[in-house]
């Protein structure tokens, strides 16, 4: 192979490629539908010229049998005038006429059925050119669906790469490096200014009271709470000791005074109090 003919055939490979690569499908089926149409159009005008020749033969081949029918009717007046030389010739007329509106008649009947042909043609082209709409709008359904995923692809192809990933990584260690940084900063500072110590007593001082004391200080100051045991204890001894008459009086006083519950009350009831009161006797002798 000559360096011409390799030359000639690289350009046209090189042309071809640049030509497939340029080519829009979508573009090039509008444009393919174009000009099916433009040929719709032509092939409109050729069938409405082959129809307007049939109508035409049609007309002359009636035209022809009119006149043989006249010619044939002049032919019997002059035979009823008795002229019978006059009659051969329009009868000879009439025979021409005959042949001529045989002749049309033919050419009329093959343009005829012409036209019936090209109608089909016609609607056969009609067809293909609706069905090519419809299969155009298919494919191009089917390219832009075929785009999207291919975008779709090439986007998860960018996100399967590691890279992006490992510099938000790269960010966060950075970031924590940054925090852990500006806090023993603030630590730091803290301490060479000396309110470290101030600071901790000040966060125990507001730890200090919490919600349970608060509820505790108010159902106290209620009536509510219970006193403890020992509160009751001396409560009850108060009680016993200053107080004359009946021990369950007594006792229904000091549980008055320290609040007991029901379980105390019956402990109480329980309690022999003559040993307290021998025991107190005692004590004074």
């Known amino acids: ?30 444009q393919v539908l174009l000009e099916m149409q433009q040929q719709l159009v032509e092939a409109k005008k050729a069938v409405a010229v082959a129809i307007a020749d049939e109508k035409k033969l049609q007309k002359q081949y009636t035209a022809e ?3 043989s029918k006249e010619w044939e009717r002049k032919a019997m007046v002059a035979v009823r005038a008795g002229d019978d030389g006059l009659a051969r010739q329009a009868l000879s007329r009439k025979n021409e006429h005959e042949t001529i509106a045989t002749q049309f008649q033919q050419q009329w009947i093959s343009q ?3 036209v019936e042909k090209l109608k089909d043609a016609l609607r056969l082209l009609n067809n293909k050119i609706e069905e090519a709409k419809r299969k155009k709008n298919i494919l191009i ?3 832009k ?14 996100l399967g790469d590691t890279s992006a990933f490992d510099t938000f990584d790269r960010m966060a260690e950075r970031i924590q490096l940054m925090e852990a940084e500006a806090e ?11 309110d470290t110590l101030e600071s901790k007593f000040h966060a125990l001082e507001a730890g200090g009271a919490s919600e349970d004391d608060a509820l505790s200080d108010l159902k106290a100051k209620m009536g509510l709470l219970e006193a403890p045991k ?3 204890a001396k409560q009850l001894g108060a009680g016993v000791v200053g107080g004359k008459g009946d021990d369950k009086s007594d006792i229904s006083a000091g549980a008055s005074l320290g609040s007991l519950t029901a379980e105390d009350l019956k402990e109480l ?8 009161d021998g025991s107190k006797e005692a004590k004074k002798a």
Request: hydrophobic share 35%.
């Open 230 to 232: 020992g509160d009751n």
């Open 65 to 67: 049998t009119d006149k």
């Open 112 to 114: 005829k059925q012409a």
């Open 1 to 30: 192979m000559g360096i011409f003919s390799r030359l000639g055939t690289l350009i046209k490979s090189n042309l071809n490629d640049l030509i497939s690569k340029a080519e829009d499908p979508e573009k090039m089926l509008s």
């Open 141 to 143: 359904a089917r390219k």
């Open 145 to 158: 669906r075929a785009e999207a995923q291919q975008q779709i692809a090439n986007t998860m192809q960018g």
């Open 184 to 194: 023993a900063g603030a630590e730091l500072a803290g301490e060479l200014s000396g």
């Open 269 to 276: 009831e329980d309690l022999d109090l003559s040993e307290l």
